[in-house]
């Protein structure tokens, strides 16, 4: 079973003006079920087993790691899977989409369905009655959320820490729809605080995080290194991940754990933590999208990122 209960390693990077920061190495999980889309996977295929669900159904966009782990799962576990994906006009010439984006090729080669809806109706995929019609086009389905993101996933994110992690002072994270980081607050120990490092523009994440956890006043969001929003980058960026990969070996993906990096190097430059403090960071995956984003650099010409 691939969802057996994996510890991932922590690796020593750097010591900066007193600082000590390591990285819990989250993406070597699993080659195609990576970083916290394996922590979220993890509880909502054993409930869908335990349902006898024979069909996964999730949304995402054309470049989604969710989309591909999701794709992967079903494979591995004899799920027939559907994905709902954001741009009607990726479904009009499938064969060329396919061609083109290496995500959805990926997920296909997995035996994954595809609807494209416009991104208008993508906005209601959460409303009941958006729900209701997709059970009635397909039949009896598990729904798994939008980047997976559920109280299953958030179960599975508790399990990122562990009591070795217990020595580290900051636990930090990047946030999309911010089930790794809820999983993570409900890990902390007393003397812990997690910090969040926000990939899209805007506070709501807050509100969202503060519904499932009302009482936990341990953690914050960091919002000013999202450069410009979700996968949005620029020069400063790509040079931060490339001489980051150069310098440890290590490759981050740009929409998240690289803006996240980012952010814990610029705060221990602006010395924001006391001189003593050790910071956990997680590696949450996502390599895959690299591909995707150097082509769009590409168009660009921006430098590729290694």
């Known amino acids: 079973m691939v969802f057996k209960n994996i510890v991932s390693k922590n690796e020593f990077l750097y010591t900066k003006n007193g600082i000590s920061v390591y990285l819990k190495r989250e993406d070597l999980l699993h080659p195609y079920i990576s970083g916290n889309k394996f ?26 790691n969710h989309i591909s782990a999701v794709a992967y799962a079903g494979k591995l576990y004899n799920f027939k899977t559907i994905g709902i994906i954001r741009g009607e006009e990726l479904g009009m010439v499938i064969e060329n989409t396919l061609e083109q984006n290496t995500t959805l090729k990926f ?31 397909f039949g009896t389905v598990y729904i798994i959320p939008e980047g997976g993101t559920n109280k299953l996933a958030i179960k599975g994110c508790q399990e990122i820490l562990t009591s070795e992690d217990e020595k580290f002072d900051y636990i930090c994270t990047s946030v999309g729809t911010g089930g790794t980081l809820t999983g993570v607050i409900n890990s902390l120990k007393h003397n812990q605080k997690a910090i969040g490092f926000s990939s899209l523009k805007g506070d709501f994440l807050k509100t969202e995080i503060n519904k499932l956890i009302p009482n936990n006043t341990n953690w914050n969001i960091q919002l000013n290194y999202h450069f410009g929003g979700f996968a949005k980058i620029n020069i400063e960026l790509i040079t931060f991940i490339n001489k980051f990969n150069e310098k440890y070996n290590i490759a981050l993906d740009p929409i998240y754990t690289g803006k996240m990096m980012f952010g814990i190097n610029d705060l221990i430059e602006q010395k924001v933590f006391k001189k003593g403090t050790n910071i956990l960071a997680i590696h949450t995956g996502g390599l895959q999208g690299i591909h995707a984003m150097n082509k769009k650099l590409t168009k660009k010409g921006l430098p590729q990122i290694a």
């Not at 922590?39 to 989604?64: C, D, V, W």
């Not at 595809?114 to 209601?124: A, D, G, L, P, V």
Request: net charge positive; proline share 0%.
């Open 39 to 64: 922590r979220k996977l993890k509880y909502n295929i054993l409930e869908a087993q335990k349902e006898e669900h024979k069909t996964l159904l999730t949304f995402g966009g054309a470049h989604s």
């Open 107 to 137: 997920a296909a080669s997995c035996g994954m369905k595809f609807k494209f809806i416009t991104r208008s109706n993508y906005r209601n995929k959460n409303e009941e009655s958006f729900i209701s019609n997709l059970k009635k086009e």
